[in-house]
Nanobody
């Protein structure tokens, strides 16, 4: 069974940093892109960042540009999300996904990020 597994997350103070990682249990040649969505309390799920596996092209939500960085390690089928200058409004469950070459999204279970003093 294909799986996407996140790690990282937790509690951090405003202005702090946190890193998330996500590994897919399928060959990188079967994946077009990997990325992160998030869903905050009472909010809809929104795209945070995505990176293509081939060219490494990235796309970010306006709300995280300049603060978050997505990167990949194709050899390990893993993507990373480095989050800096965190704000309380970044509090959410962060979901990783892999977009396969047949355009199927495979989701992780989600990891909680809480930004609070």
């Amino acid at each position: 069974q294909v799986r996407v597994v996140e790690s990282g997350g937790g509690l951090v103070q405003p202005g702090g940093s946190l890193g998330l990682s996500c590994t897919a249990s399928l060959s990188i040649s079967s994946i077009n892109a990997m990325g992160w969505y998030r869903q905050g309390p009472g909010k809809e799920r929104e795209l945070v960042a995505v990176i293509s596996t081939a060219g490494g092209n990235t796309n970010y939500a306006d709300s995280v540009k300049g603060r978050f960085t997505i990167s990949r390690n194709n050899a390990q089928n893993t993507v990373y999300l480095q989050m800096n200058s965190l704000k309380p409004e970044d509090t959410a469950i962060y979901y990783c996904y892999a977009l396969t070459i047949i355009y199927e999204k495979i989701w992780g279970q989600g990891t909680q990020v809480t930004v609070s003093s």
